[in-house]
Nanobody, 124 residues
Framework: QVQLAESGGGLVQAGGSLRLSCVAS????????MAWFRQAPGLERDFVAA????????YYTTTVKGRFTISRDKAKNTLYLQMNSLKPEDTAVYYC?????????????????WGQGTQVTVSS
């Protein structure tokens, strides 16, 4: 099993940047497809970005494409989400997740492992 722990959230003004980190322990990140999801109060958990276990391909939801970048550092066993040009609608709890399937998925139920989440608040 892999354990995941997010950090890097906080309060930022619109137009600002944050970098989220997700440190994995127990297993190498390279064994898993990794994803970021977010959940705003009263709403469902939504897909944000993902990276294939081979790191050859990345995926983004339309609303963050061009602003967010997902990446992975194998040596540090850490997943990142660089978030630029943040908007108030990006406010949510952000979660990293992992699955050991052959393919990346945008559905939360397809992920086996989750972190505890980190709060991102963007003020207008």
């Amino acid at each position: 099993q892999v354990q995941l722990a997010e950090s890097g959230g906080g309060l930022v003004q619109a137009g600002g940047s944050l970098r989220l980190s997700c440190v994995a322990s127990g297993r190498p990140l390279g064994n898993y497809n990794m994803a970021w999801f977010r959940q705003a109060p009263g709403l469902e958990r939504d897909f944000v970005a993902a990276i294939h276990w081979s790191a050859a391909t990345t995926y983004y939801t339309t609303t963050v494409k061009g602003r967010f970048t997902i990446s992975r550092d194998k040596a540090k066993n850490t997943l990142y989400l660089q978030m630029n040009s943040l908007k108030p609608e990006d406010t949510a709890v952000y979660y990293c997740a992992a699955n050991s399937n052959d393919y990346v998925d945008e559905t939360p139920s397809k992920y086996d492992y989750w972190g505890q989440g980190t709060q991102v608040t963007v003020s207008s």
